[in-house]
């Protein structure tokens, strides 16, 4: 009987519609109802009606031909599309009488029905009675208002998609997968209708302004854009028939387009836009124009700081525009760059800085002292990160010189381990009193010194409380003053020292009651190697570089805690992926002492005393990427990760390709007579790492021995130790010669080249002769005195294969020949491979010449460094040795492409090997 009654209200004339409804209010529909604001609201409106019964059944399914006849109602004053009984019926179960018959007949004259979308064809079923999906809705809705030229649809985009994006479906709760109910019906036709009078906001909707950019500089287009934003977050076009206007505040300094919301800004300033949409407003926004970032202003405190350890230098970073005026909006980060000396801290909290942080265009930070004087750091700022700023072409990073000089004669300085000291039990902080003014010469006379205490602690550890203390100090080295807390007794400890006829600051440490250690403190301190230590390693020369590493514990309030046992520390680091080498040192005085030492082999642990752990790093070859060490704490059970920077020191060497420390007249060569051959000198540190430095000279001449070849040098062969050649050094540290061979002479020569003074040179000797003996051309081999055939695969190089095995897969491309020509033979599958010379006949050669390798992308293609091979570049990465020599193992680490060059330094041509290769995904 309810399909009846269906039927029977369906079969009403359409203006019945309207006059069938008396009143809203359905038995079955409930004020919080799904759909009941709609329900009633299009009741009342004569779109919809109830059963007879009086209910609306909101959860009955709609069919096609019910929601038909309902939008047709609702679009009529929009479309002019009304039903009509006129006409021949179209489709076989729409027929005369049905209820749906004259909607059908209407929407078909109309242009409604699109049988693609459908999937119906005049002469069959429309399916009147079948239940309509989301999809029959969205087809019947646009092309009804695309005929009313209300809409036009995307090409590509199917309807109900399209519908979506308009909000058709903004509210609607399908069923059984995208099924309609009546209720759900009733929302989507409401949805429609505001569609229709540009209203689309439904409840819980909210137009959201946003802009490509809140923080722009002069002449900087903005694009305004808007949208609906749900209460859930999802976000949906406005309807393209709302009416959406822009407004902005100030238009002194700025132009909008109001018809496509694009602001274009002229002068700095700040501007406020807002928009609405249908009459509802949104949330304005404000955008500020700011002068571009030109440069950033550093100044400092003071350019000078006495290196006792402690001093800090207060330095401010400004944003500036091309006028010198702080762009005051500024945000962002800015790295630091690395200190061999001093080291960054916080001004505040003296915690160590790597990169500093801009607020309101300006960042602080300090320079904390380090204990060598008479020399200076630069200070410089790089990888300048703006939020939102984009800085001008021509932004220079900004960098200034700080300059460390030796503590004065008359002054005494106390520097304490640790800020805090623990008060649980009666606890050591280790004072260091120094003396100053003797520079790096030699140690003073012992003088004695007088040490007050007061606050909570002793300079003793139990027993009567003993406050007040004498010692020697020796000018020029540290003495360590015991200052002991006092248990259970908090308070500021001060410490004052007397000392005729000298300065002395008095210092302060805070006993506090600390927890359970829980994490580890890692502080890394830049510093030379110099006299003032008693105990460095005599393989460190003065002046070399590294880094002291001090190692503490805290409790979880950051308290520095000593263990109640020694604590033992294990340390690990990544250098040989980075492709660098570092070396570890114990630590006495604060400087290396005792053997070099790998990672592993270091035994170092928390001290029971002083709560500290020291140890030094120092660079042994100079890697592509910073390494990062790796500390576990036996006691906590933590582990701390910290970076670790590679510093060259001062150059001591001047060391010609091919020698190194170890070996310094180990470089040979076979030149052809009649050429000119280069010999190229590097400036190396007492490490044998690389130091670029401009302008240092370097002498060249003959050993004594001899020059039989009589070859010449700037028009000479009477170059001598007591009277040299003096070439200076370009910025990458290197100083060159050009030697003529004469021709026809034959024989050999020795060139020697040294820093002035120096008694350790570094040689080269070279054995002339003709070209048969002469290398003109490179191959690459198994064997170092014979040809076999290597060839390029033609296939990518598989991940963590060597470069031997690759050459020994499937035949492709020949490797190397006569001045990187071709080779034959078979390939050989062989691990170890050699860079054979060839004559100009393509015969190999005995010859041992100095031979370069470069990696372009050590992170594809990386080469493991061995004891024949030294590294010497950064990036490209480059390794050094000979020809008779095994290369060192080249390995596939990464997926990507590299460029592997091999190059025979002997010969002024330079015969090389180049290949591109491509290392497979894993």
Same mark, same amino acid.
């Given at each position: 009987m309810a399909g009846a009654a269906v039927l029977v209200l369906m079969n009403l004339a359409p203006a019945a519609f309207a006059q069938s409804v008396t009143g809203t209010g359905y038995a079955d529909l409930a004020q919080t109802s799904y759909g009941a604001a709609q329900i009633e609201a299009l009741t009342a409106a004569g779109v919809l009606h109830g059963f007879a019964d009086g209910?609306?059944?909101?959860?009955?399914?709609? &069919?096609?031909?019910?929601?038909?006849?309902?939008?047709?109602?609702?679009l009529q004053a929009t479309t002019q599309v009304s039903p009509s009984g006129g006409g021949k019926?179209?489709?076989?179960?729409?027929?005369?009488? %049905?209820?749906?018959?004259?909607?059908?007949?209407?929407?078909?004259?109309?242009?409604?029905?699109?049988?693609?979308?459908?999937?119906?064809?005049?002469?069959?079923?429309?399916?009147?009675?079948?239940?309509?999906?989301t999809g029959d809705v969205a087809s019947l809705f646009v092309a009804a208002l695309k005929k009313a030229g209300q809409l036009t649809l995307p090409k590509g985009v199917t309807p109900l998609t399209y519908a979506t994006q308009l909000g058709i479906f903004r509210g609607f709760h399908p069923v059984h997968g995208m099924r309609v109910t009546r209720a759900g019906a009733a929302v989507i036709l409401e949805n429609i209708l505001n569609y229709t009078n540009g209203t689309l906001l439904p409840s819980g909707e909210t137009p959201?302004?946003?802009?490509?950019?809140?923080?722009?500089?002069?002449?900087?287009?903005?694009?305004? %854009?808007?949208?609906?934003?749900?209460?859930?977050?999802?976000?949906?076009?406005?309807?393209?028939?709302?009416?959406?206007?822009?407004? /902005?505040?100030?238009?002194?300094?700025?132009?909008?387009?109001t018809y496509s919301g694009t602001l274009i800004v002229t002068q700095p300033g700040t501007y406020t836009v807002t928009a609405t949409v249908d009459g509802v407003s949104v949330a304005p926004l404000t955008i500020t124009a700011y002068a571009q970032p030109a440069g950033i202003d550093l100044s400092s405190s003071s350019s000078t700081l006495t290196a006792n350890g402690q001093a800090l230098d207060t330095?401010?970073?400004?944003?500036?525009?091309? $006028?010198?005026?702080?762009?005051?909006? !500024?945000?962002?980060?800015?790295?630091?760059?690395?200190?061999?000396?001093?080291?960054?801290?916080?001004?505040?909290?003296?915690?160590?800085?790597?990169?500093?942080?801009?607020?309101?265009?300006?960042?602080?930070?300090?320079?904390?002292?380090?204990?060598?004087?008479?020399?200076?750091?630069?200070?410089? =700022?790089?990888?300048?990160?703006?939020?939102?700023?984009?800085?001008?072409?021509?932004?220079?990073?900004?960098?200034?010189?700080?300059?460390?000089?030796?503590p004065s004669a008359n002054a005494l300085t106390l520097s304490p381990t640790t800020a805090t000291v623990s008060d649980n039990q009666a606890t050591e902080d280790a004072v260091s009193a120094s003396v100053g003014g003797l520079g790096m010469s030699a140690v003073g006379l012992p003088v004695l010194a007088q040490f007050t205490l007061?606050?909570?602690?002793?300079?003793?550890? @139990?027993?009567?409380?003993?406050? &007040?203390?004498?010692?020697?100090?020796?000018?020029? +080295?540290?003495?360590?003053?015991?200052?002991?807390?006092?248990?259970?007794?908090?308070?500021?400890?001060?410490?004052?020292?007397? /000392?005729?006829?000298?300065?002395?600051?008095?210092?302060?440490?805070?006993?506090? !009651? $600390?927890?359970?250690?829980?994490?580890?403190?890692?502080?890394? &301190?830049?510093?030379?190697?110099?006299?003032m230590g008693a105990a460095q390693?005599?393989? =460190?020369?003065?002046?070399?570089?590294?880094?002291?590493?001090?190692?503490?514990?805290?409790?979880?309030?950051?308290?520095?805690?000593?263990?109640? &046992?020694?604590?033992?520390?294990? =340390?690990?680091?990544?250098?040989?992926?980075? #492709?660098?080498?570092?070396a570890y040192y114990a630590v006495a005085n604060g400087q290396p002492t005792g053997p070099a030492l790998s990672a592993s082999q270091v035994q170092t642990a928390i001290s029971a005393s002083t709560g500290l752990a020291q140890f030094a790093v120092v660079t042994t070859g100079v890697g592509a990427v910073s390494p990062q060490i790796t500390l576990h704490d036996a006691l906590t059970g933590t582990e701390k990760t910290v970076g670790y920077s590679y510093a060259s020191g001062i150059g001591v060497y001047a060391m010609l390709t091919g020698d190194t420390p170890g070996?310094?007249?180990?470089?040979?060569?076979?030149?052809?007579?009649?050429?000119?051959?280069?010999?190229?000198?590097?400036?190396?540190?007492?490490?044998?790492?690389? +130091?670029? !430095?401009? #302008?240092?000279?370097?002498?060249?001449?003959?050993?004594?021995?001899?020059n039989s070849a009589e070859v010449t040098v700037n028009g000479s062969s009477a170059w001598s130790q007591a009277a040299p050649l003096a070439v200076t050094t370009n910025a990458q540290g290197v100083a060159s010669v050009s030697v003529t061979v004469p021709q026809g002479k034959g024989g050999d020569f020795q060139l020697v080249a040294g820093l002035p003074g120096q008694t350790n040179v570094?040689?080269?000797?070279?054995?002339? @002769?003709? %070209?048969?003996?002469?290398?003109? @051309?490179?191959?690459?081999?198994?064997?170092?005195?014979? =040809?076999? #055939?290597? +060839?390029?695969?033609?296939?990518?190089?598989?991940?963590?294969?060597?470069?031997?095995?690759?050459?020994?897969?499937?035949? #492709?491309?020949?490797?190397?020949?006569?001045?990187?020509?071709?080779?034959?033979?078979?390939? %050989?599958?062989?691990?170890?491979?050699?860079?054979?010379?060839?004559?100009?006949g393509g015969s190999a050669l005995f010859n041992h010449d100095p031979l370069e390798i470069v990696t372009s992308n050590p992170a594809v293609l990386a080469v493991t460094p061995s004891t024949m091979w030294t590294q010497m570049g950064l990036l490209p990465v480059q390794f050094l040795g000979n020809t008779a020599s095994a290369l060192p193992t080249i390995t596939a680490v990464g997926p990507g492409t590299a460029t592997l060059t091999f190059i025979d330094l002997a010969n002024p041509t330079q015969p090389r090997i180049t290949e591109t290769i491509t290392v497979g995904a894993p």
């Open positions: 209910t609306f059944r909101p959860n009955m399914l709609i &069919t096609r031909g019910q929601w038909l006849a309902y939008m047709m109602n609702a019926g179209i489709y076989r179960d729409v027929r005369p009488g %049905s209820f749906a018959y004259a909607y059908v007949n209407a929407a078909y004259q109309a242009g409604w029905i699109v049988p693609s979308w459908l999937g119906v064809k005049a002469g069959g079923d429309f399916g009147i009675n079948q239940v309509a999906s959201v302004l946003t802009v490509s950019a809140t923080n722009v500089s002069p002449n900087t287009v903005v694009q305004l %854009s808007l949208a609906l934003r749900s209460v859930n977050g999802q976000t949906q076009v406005i309807p393209a028939n709302a009416n959406v206007t822009y407004a /902005l505040d100030n238009q002194t300094g700025a132009v909008l387009d330095m401010t970073a400004t944003i500036v525009d091309s $006028t010198g005026q702080t762009v005051s909006n !500024a945000a962002g980060t800015a790295d630091l760059s690395a200190l061999q000396y001093g080291s960054y801290v916080d001004p505040t909290t003296g915690a160590p800085l790597s990169s500093i942080q801009f607020v309101n265009g300006v960042a602080t930070f300090a320079v904390k002292a380090g204990t060598t004087g008479g020399v200076s750091d630069t200070v410089s =700022l790089s990888n300048v990160a703006l939020s939102g700023t984009a800085l001008a072409s021509t932004f220079v990073d900004p960098s200034t010189t700080i300059s460390y000089t030796w007061s606050g909570p602690a002793s300079f003793q550890a @139990g027993g009567s409380l003993m406050q &007040t203390f004498s010692a020697y100090v020796v000018p020029g +080295v540290p003495t360590q003053i015991p200052v002991w807390s006092l248990p259970l007794q908090s308070g500021t400890i001060t410490l004052d020292a007397s /000392l005729s006829g000298t300065v002395v600051a008095s210092t302060t440490i805070t006993a506090v !009651a $600390t927890g359970a250690p829980t994490s580890l403190v890692v502080n890394s &301190t830049p510093s030379t190697v110099n006299a390693e005599p393989a =460190l020369p003065q002046g070399s570089p590294f880094t002291l590493y001090t190692v503490s514990l805290s409790d979880a309030a950051g308290h520095a805690v000593i263990p109640a &046992t020694s604590d033992p520390l294990t =340390l690990t680091d990544n250098a040989a992926t980075a #492709g660098g080498t570092i070996d310094l007249n180990g470089a040979s060569s076979s030149v052809e007579e009649g050429q000119t051959v280069t010999y190229a000198a590097q400036l190396e540190d007492p490490n044998g790492n690389p +130091v670029q !430095a401009a #302008g240092q000279t370097i002498d060249f001449y003959f050993a004594p021995r001899g570094s040689e080269v000797t070279a054995t002339v @002769g003709s %070209s048969l003996y002469y290398t003109t @051309g490179l191959a690459l081999s198994s064997s170092p005195y014979a =040809l076999n #055939g290597m +060839v390029w695969p033609t296939t990518a190089m598989p991940l963590g294969q060597t470069l031997g095995s690759y050459l020994g897969s499937a035949a #492709g491309s020949s490797v190397g020949g006569l001045s990187g020509g071709a080779t034959s033979g078979n390939s %050989s599958g062989g691990a170890t491979l050699y860079a054979v010379p060839l004559n100009s």
